[in-house]
């Protein structure tokens, strides 16, 4: 692991003690070997160590907590799931850790206003399941579902392959209850699904990765579930060819819930991990396309559109999958394409994101960057979105010249800006991009970020050290 501590903070005593008090002695962790854990998240090799973490079980804790901090000027890091991708959980200053982990209740499932209302630690998997269970759905779906939670997904407004149809986190969120650095404790939203009551604060937290509040408790929105599912893999010779057919689904009105791209060092090392060969082994890239509705006709009807336009496109065949066992061992290895790469050595995730229709341009001009520099990338991501995620390997050749390693990832993001697009599509900023911010947002975009951020921190206790440089 590599240590990215600055300015670090540590506790006195008399300061561990003060804060076991609110949480519990068993509640604050303090040995070296219990807080490794939450010395880091997924990002690359990263690690910087916290002085303690509490664990806090409810808002008034939380409260407590942070106007401990307060009066303290205590750095104070939210942590979730720690599964996060830029760095956004690592403790960079030291000082308190804070984990909602124990704060895991799924408090109600409201079937009749289709909301559910939960703590900000429910992993979003066991979210899903329970509202699957009563016939509904909680569509946003990061591939990290089975350990990441709804308080790091509202806090980075997570996406994920759903987000094609069904939009990112964001778009669920009817209210929250956060806790600001000062230890007070909001309320926005809830249960109305029209309320144009003030600010809308819910949308200024949601994506704030953990810098102006500490979610506690989320109400999520709800939709019946979808009677009907489909998948449809389509391999193709070149990446480019499938990239372009992405733009041909759209244009021909097809919705499809999922649209994703893979290539095929993504695919052969996910395969590989899961022990199964993919049918077209020499594909360059594939398409993985769902579709859901109401009813078996539907679905089948996009779907078979969908199939003949893949072919069209060039697609060297199109392979269905109908029942769920079928679409779900599809799914398992495009989730485990993250797990796959990371056990190829440490690597940096770009989460690029362009309009969809710059597409082919941004994985052709990936590939020449990227092979100029001599590394070979994996490109895969939530195609329909525009969003793709570049993985690059930090071994080699890239360990002997790391300035050849980061000119290539600078020129690779000025490529996805060139395009009319963003440096993070769902990752955020956390600590990897904020030094690249300012290439995004124009000086008054960013002076207006600062004055909110200085506004609801006026101490700067909360997440230091992350989105602003
Ligand atoms: C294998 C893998 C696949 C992934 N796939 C996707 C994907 O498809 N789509 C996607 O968007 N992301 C994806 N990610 C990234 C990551 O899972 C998401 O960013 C996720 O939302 C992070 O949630 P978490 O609970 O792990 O949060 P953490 O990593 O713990 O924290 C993330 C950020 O949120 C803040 N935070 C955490 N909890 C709170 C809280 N209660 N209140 C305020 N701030 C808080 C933290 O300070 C930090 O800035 C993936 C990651 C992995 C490892």
């Given at each position: 692991?590599?240590?990215?501590?600055?300015?670090?903070?540590?506790?006195?005593?008399?300061?561990?003690?003060?804060?076991?008090?609110?949480?519990?002695?068993?509640?604050?962790?303090?040995?070296?070997?219990?807080?490794?854990?939450?010395?880091?998240?997924?990002?690359?090799?990263?690690?910087?160590?916290?002085?303690?973490?509490?664990?806090?079980?409810?808002?008034?804790?939380?409260?407590?907590?942070?106007?401990?901090?307060?009066?303290?000027?205590?750095?104070?890091?939210?942590?979730?799931?720690?599964?996060?991708?830029?760095?956004?959980?690592?403790?960079?200053?030291?000082?308190?850790?804070?984990?909602?982990?124990?704060?895991?209740?799924?408090?109600?499932?409201?079937?009749?206003?289709?909301?559910?209302?939960?703590?900000?630690?429910?992993?979003?998997?066991?979210?899903?399941?329970?509202?699957?269970?009563?016939?509904?759905?909680?569509?946003?779906?990061?591939?990290?579902?089975?350990?990441?939670?709804?308080?790091?997904?509202?806090?980075?407004?997570?996406?994920?392959?759903?987000?094609?149809?069904?939009?990112?986190?964001?778009?669920?969120?009817?209210?929250?209850?956060?806790?600001?650095?000062?230890?007070?404790?909001?309320?926005?939203?809830?249960?109305?699904?029209?309320?144009?009551?003030?600010?809308?604060?819910?949308?200024?937290?949601?994506?704030?990765?953990?810098?102006?509040?500490?979610?506690?408790?989320?109400?999520?929105?709800?939709?019946?579930?979808?009677?009907?599912?489909?998948?449809?893999?389509?391999?193709?010779?070149?990446l480019e060819e499938a990239a372009r057919c992405v733009v041909?689904?759209?244009?021909?009105?097809?919705?499809?819930?999922?649209?994703?791209?893979?290539?095929?060092?993504?695919?052969?090392?996910?395969?590989?991990?899961?022990?199964?060969?993919?049918?077209?082994?020499?594909?360059?890239?594939?398409?993985?396309?769902?579709?859901?509705?109401?009813?078996?006709?539907?679905?089948?009807?996009?779907?078979?559109?969908?199939?003949?336009?893949?072919?069209?496109?060039?697609?060297?065949?199109?392979?269905?999958?109908?029942?769920?066992?079928?679409?779900?061992?599809?799914?398992?290895?495009?989730?485990?394409?993250?797990?796959?790469?990371?056990?190829?050595?440490?690597?940096?995730?770009?989460?690029?994101?362009?309009?969809r229709t710059e597409l082919v341009a941004l994985v052709t001009g990936?590939?020449?960057?990227?092979?100029?520099?001599?590394?070979?990338?994996?490109?895969?991501?939530?195609?329909?979105?525009?969003?793709?995620?570049?993985?690059?390997?930090?071994?080699?050749?890239?360990?002997?010249?790391?300035?050849?390693?980061?000119?290539?990832?600078?020129?690779?993001?000025?490529?996805?800006?060139?395009?009319?697009?963003?440096?993070?599509?769902?990752?955020?900023?956390?600590?990897?991009?904020?030094?690249?911010?300012?290439?995004?947002?124009?000086?008054?975009?960013?002076?207006?970020?600062?004055?909110?951020?200085?506004?609801?921190?006026?101490?700067?206790?909360?997440?230091?050290?992350?989105?602003?440089?």
């Open positions: 692991m590599r240590d990215v501590s600055e300015d670090r903070r540590d506790l006195a005593g008399e300061e561990l003690a003060g804060l076991a008090a609110i949480v519990g002695p068993s509640h604050l962790l303090v040995a070296p070997s219990d807080v490794e854990a939450y010395a880091h998240d997924w990002t690359e090799d990263l690690a910087a160590a916290p002085a303690a973490v509490a664990r806090p079980r409810t808002v008034e804790e939380v409260s407590a907590l942070l106007a401990y901090c307060s009066a303290r000027r205590i750095p104070v890091t939210p942590q979730a799931g720690r599964t996060g991708l830029s760095g956004g959980a690592i403790p960079v200053r030291g000082g308190l850790a804070l984990s909602v982990e124990r704060m895991a209740s799924i408090l109600e499932i409201d079937a009749a206003n289709l909301v559910a209302v939960v703590e900000a630690g429910v992993v979003t998997q066991t979210l899903q399941e329970a509202v699957e269970a009563e016939g509904l759905s909680y569509p946003p779906d990061p591939a990290s579902r089975g350990s990441c939670c709804i308080g790091g997904n509202v806090a980075e407004n997570a996406g994920g392959p759903h987000a094609a149809k069904y939009g990112v986190t964001g778009r669920w969120v009817m209210g929250l209850e956060a806790v600001l650095p000062s230890g007070a404790v909001l309320t926005t939203g809830g249960k109305t699904r029209k309320d144009v009551a003030g600010y809308d604060l819910t949308s200024l937290i949601v994506g704030s990765e953990g810098t102006l509040a500490v979610v506690t408790k989320a109400w999520l929105r709800l939709i019946p579930k979808p009677r009907s599912a489909a998948v449809l893999v389509a391999p193709f010779p070149t041909e689904i759209t244009r021909n009105g097809l919705l499809p819930a999922a649209l994703e791209i893979v290539d095929k060092p993504a695919i052969d090392v996910a395969s590989a991990k899961k022990g199964v060969t993919p049918p077209f082994p020499e594909a360059d890239a594939r398409l993985l396309v769902e579709f859901d509705g109401g009813g078996d006709e539907e679905v089948e009807r996009d779907v078979m559109r969908c199939g003949e336009l893949a072919l069209a496109c060039g697609a060297l065949d199109v392979v269905l999958a109908t029942d769920e066992a079928r679409r779900r061992a599809l799914w398992d290895v495009r989730r485990g394409i993250s797990e796959a790469i990371r056990d190829r050595g440490v690597s940096v995730e770009l989460d690029l994101a362009v309009p990936v590939r020449r960057i990227a092979r100029g520099a001599g590394l070979d990338p994996f490109c895969y991501g939530h195609a329909g979105d525009g969003n793709l995620h570049v993985r690059l390997l930090r071994t080699g050749e890239t360990e002997r010249r790391p300035e050849r390693f980061e000119e290539a990832v600078s020129e690779i993001y000025a490529e996805a800006l060139r395009l009319g697009g963003t440096l993070t599509g769902e990752h955020g900023v956390g600590i990897h991009l904020r030094s690249r911010l300012p290439l995004r947002l124009a000086p008054p975009l960013l002076a207006a970020m600062r004055a909110v951020k200085d506004a609801l921190d006026p101490l700067g206790i909360l997440n230091p050290g992350k989105v602003f440089a």
